[in-house]
């Protein structure tokens, strides 16, 4: 503790980081101090290390030994977040979703955002509990026009995806991720089509004609009663309904 602390003192980050934790958990020797604990991780995040970021934040966001300030907290696990640190991702994910996990944020919802986010924490391969829950959300929210066509909502891809022939909506990386989220998809399928069929036409614009569905692949098995899932169409690069 005396060379961290040493360290510390001199402007290591890392150190920084490390003693911060040490007076957070009470540990090494150090009495449980949260203000402490605060006051080197802002030394550490102020030099740009993702952990000390994302630490800082959630006591910001939770107003553990200083006031709590939520839109501070967005700020600090988004500089995380952008690093590549995996719980930032996943909070600030949640944040942007408004209302989770912080009631009564003042910060607009912004799901496309949210969900690239999380996209990225479910691509993670170090933490499975938080690749785990970034799915969770993303298919919680997955009735959201914006997050149903930001990812993947089965595993978190953003590239190469493929529309959903029916819909247009929702994007999926593949026939696998389409088939496992076709229960939860289904009725978020027929809104999605519903309001782009539904809404008032502008003059002259043509509808779009879905493309041909795909052949089932061979191994495939479909239940008896079970709806058949809507096939993938390549999304297009022109828009969907064009003027005449």
């Given amino acids: 503790t005396r060379w961290c602390r040493l360290a510390a003192e001199q402007g290591h980050a890392v150190s920084q980081y490390n003693l911060g934790v040490n007076f957070c958990s009470g540990s090494a020797g150090l009495p449980q101090d949260d203000r402490e604990a605060a006051r080197w991780w802002r030394l550490a995040a102020e030099q740009g290390l993702a952990r000390a970021q994302a630490s800082l934040a959630m006591y910001y966001t939770l ?6 300030d ?11 977040a952008e690093q590549g640190q995996a719980s930032a991702q996943l909070f600030l994910g949640q944040i942007l979703f408004a209302g989770e ?4 944020s003042v910060l607009p919802a912004a799901p496309g955002e949210a969900a690239r986010f999380l996209a990225q924490a479910a691509q ?19 009735q959201e026009p914006a997050v149903a066509s930001a990812c993947c909502i089965g595993c978190g891809q953003t590239r190469k995806l493929k529309a959903c022939s029916k819909c247009l909506t929702a994007k999926f990386c593949g ?10 998809h289904k009725q978020s399928c027929k809104t ?5 069929t539904g809404g008032a036409a502008q003059p002259g614009a043509k509808p779009a004609v879905p493309a041909p569905a795909a052949p089932a692949a061979p191994t495939a098995l479909t239940a008896p ?14 828009a969907a309904v064009r003027v005449a």
């Fill in 70 to 80: 939520v839109s501070e907290g967005a700020r600090l696990f988004r500089l995380a």
């Fill in 175 to 184: 026939a696998v991720c389409q088939r496992r989220m076709w229960p939860m």
């Fill in 225 to 238: 009663t079970a709806p058949t899932a809507p096939t993938l169409a390549t999304v297009p690069v022109v």
């Fill in 124 to 142: 993670q391969t170090g933490g499975e509990a938080s690749r785990l829950e970034a799915l969770a959300l993303l298919s919680a929210h997955a």
């Fill in 63 to 68: 107003g553990t030994g200083i006031p709590r």
């Fill in 192 to 196: 999605f089509t519903a309001a782009a």
């Fill in 101 to 104: 996990p912080v009631a009564g």
